[in-house]
């Protein structure tokens, strides 16, 4: 990659639709930002950029494994010249008690030398407040809402000090709103008290959007930091007050029209996604997958691939294999998580590389998983960011793809309104 000038902002995230979200998050406020897929090889020709996102997808991977990848891309990011490296994580700190946060965090606090490490996915403007260390989705705990039933990483505990504890080696403190409000230099204090007391990390309350200024001021004072899209924005704002960053908030990617084909792949099985293929149902054609052929071995991609040749030039089309959570226990019981999920995923991989080699060019895909096995197997290297199509979901634009051009947009499940599937072609000519 050739970088000029200097890289301020390095980021590592967990899974793709993260990292797409934290580089919409960047670019809104005023980075220059690229993600991104997999840590990048040295020959991948970008423009001038202030931060790189690269794209992992290690959220629900074995925890060594987890932790390989991060310090290969952290090293990646330093020797770019990063002074300060972002691990982002979901706004719902999706984490099983066997990791991947606590061993990733812990592996690159090492790299980093940092004696203490602020950790916060807290982002107001999507919900997510933390508050005397306990995770809020909107009014209701974490583990009150339905985002707990994450079919891979089940969130049933609220209290993150005490989440992070059961998967760090290291002692994990609050510094909370009481502290926060009183400025930075009382969160310098605390953590310097912390660090003292040998607390490794500290789990940082965040209710309103001033918040997250507080917390970006402060993370740049060290080499590390964890979180999800909220501190991304808190230290890109800080970066900008420094006069470190010029903001750039103009400096738009280029949107000549890709043109061609486009579909929709939905594999999430959120609520906010399930609802928005109930209407996309009212305006496009839509298949859905039966997930007991595909973890069984029937050819279900076939089967999607000619029933979307038969259409994709007459419009959109879309393509699930989202189903309800009970839908999902009941599978998993059968076949177990993971196969049933690889499984799921490598169907998806297959109609999208079908799609893609019968013209598709502009492609939406629903689902971090999903997403993250879409984008390995067309090997696009990385995006640069457009238009935001909703919060923290925006245009990306591929760069180096063997495809040549295309236009994609990735979201989390959660993310999106109603009609995010049509919004989303609507802004992807």
């Known amino acids: 990659m050739t970088l000029a000038g200097k890289l301020f902002l390095g980021c590592i995230a967990d899974d793709y639709t993260g990292a797409s979200d934290l580089a919409n998050t960047l670019t ?5 930002t690229v993600q991104t897929i997999g840590v990048p090889s040295d020959n991948l020709a970008l423009p001038e950029v202030d931060a790189v996102v690269v794209s992992l997808k290690s959220r629900s991977i074995e925890a060594g494994l987890a932790v390989t990848r991060s310090r290969a891309a952290e090293k990646w990011l330093r020797s770019r010249g990063a002074d300060h490296v972002l691990f982002k994580i979901c706004s719902t700190f999706d984490s099983t008690d066997a990791g991947n946060i606590g061993p990733v965090m812990d592996a690159l606090r090492a790299e980093s030398a940092d004696t203490i490490v602020l950790v916060t996915p807290a982002f107001p403007e999507t919900g997510r407040t933390v508050y ?27 209290n993150l000090v005490r989440v992070l504890a059961r998967q760090s080696k290291t002692r994990v403190g609050l510094i909370a709103l009481a502290t926060l409000t009183r400025g930075p230099d009382a969160v310098r204090a605390q953590l310097a008290d912390l660090a003292a007391k040998g607390f490794g990390a500290a789990v940082v309350d965040a209710v309103f959007d001033r918040d997250l200024e507080t917390i970006g001021s402060v993370a740049l004072d060290h080499r590390l930091s964890v979180g999800a899209s909220g501190i991304g924005l808190g230290i890109a704002r800080a970066l900008v007050a420094s006069g470190k960053v010029k903001s750039n908030a103009q400096n738009a990617i280029p949107d000549t029209p ?55 030039n007459q419009g959109p089309i879309l393509i699930a294999s989202s189903s309800t959570p009970e839908e999902v226990a009941a599978l998993q019981s059968r076949h177990g998580r993971d196969a049933a ?14 799609l893609v080699q019968s013209g598709v060019r502009r492609l939406v895909v629903a689902g971090g998983e999903t997403s993250g096995a879409v ?11 457009g238009a935001e199509i909703a919060a923290g979901v925006p245009v990306l634009r591929a760069v180096g793809a063997d495809n040549g051009e295309m236009l994609l947009a990735l979201k989390s499940g959660n993310f999106g309104g109603p009609e995010f599937f049509s919004d989303a072609l609507a802004m992807m000519r």
């Open 258 to 312: 890709v043109g061609g084909p486009a579909a929709c792949l939905a594999g999430s099985c959120s609520q906010a996604t399930l609802q928005q293929i109930a209407n996309a149902e009212k305006t496009m054609p839509v298949l859905h997958l039966d997930p007991e052929r595909v973890v069984a071995g029937k050819d279900e991609a076939g089967r999607a691939l000619a029933w979307a040749k038969t259409r994709i």
């Open 341 to 354: 999920g690889h499984a799921i995923e490598q169907a998806m991989a297959d109609i999208a590389e079908g």
């Open 375 to 385: 984008v390995d197997r067309l090997r696009i290297p990385g995006f640069l960011v």
């Open 132 to 158: 005397q260390g306990n995770l809020f989705v909107g009014l209701v705990p974490l583990n009150e809402s339905p985002l707990k039933d994450h079919p891979l990483n089940p969130m049933h505990d609220s």
């Open 28 to 32: 809104r406020a005023g980075l220059r």
